[in-house]
Nanobody, 126 residues
Framework: QVQLVEFGGGLVQAGGSLRLSCAASGGAFSLYAMGWFRQAPGKERECVAAVSWSGGTTYFADSVKGRFTISRDNAKNTVSLQMNTLKPEDTAVYFC???????????????????WGQGTQVTVSS
């Protein structure tokens, strides 16, 4: 059973930065596409960034392009989300997710992901 644990959430002022990390255990991490999703109160969960198993393909939501970057370390079974120039609208619970199907064609699709972390709160104050 794959387990995902997110780290690094917290409270930050607008314009600041946070780095989220997700540690995976129990599966073939290097073969999984990994995604970061977020859900704000009253809104649907959305994919903000994702990376293919090789790291060669990435996806970013338009709202975070140029501000967020995603990286993975297959040797350490971790995926990270660097968030810069944070805005109050980035406030949400952020989830790490893994897609075990060895595909990079559905990076942004929530339904493609098989395993989910419990989430970490990110709050950006204005």
């Amino acid at each position: 059973q794959v387990q995902l644990v997110e780290f690094g959430g917290g409270l930050v002022q607008a314009g600041g930065s946070l780095r989220l990390s997700c540690a995976a255990s129990g599966g073939a991490f290097s073969l999984y596409a990994m995604g970061w999703f977020r859900q704000a109160p009253g809104k649907e969960r959305e994919c903000v960034a994702a990376v293919s198993w090789s790291g060669g393909t990435t996806y970013f939501a338009d709202s975070v392009k140029g501000r967020f970057t995603i990286s993975r370390d297959n040797a350490k079974n971790t995926v990270s989300l660097q968030m810069n120039t944070l805005k109050p609208e980035d406030t949400a619970v952020y989830f790490c997710a893994a897609d075990r199907t060895f595909s990079s064609s559905r990076l942004r699709e929530e339904s493609a992901y098989d395993y989910w972390g419990q989430g970490t709160q990110v709050t950006v104050s204005s």
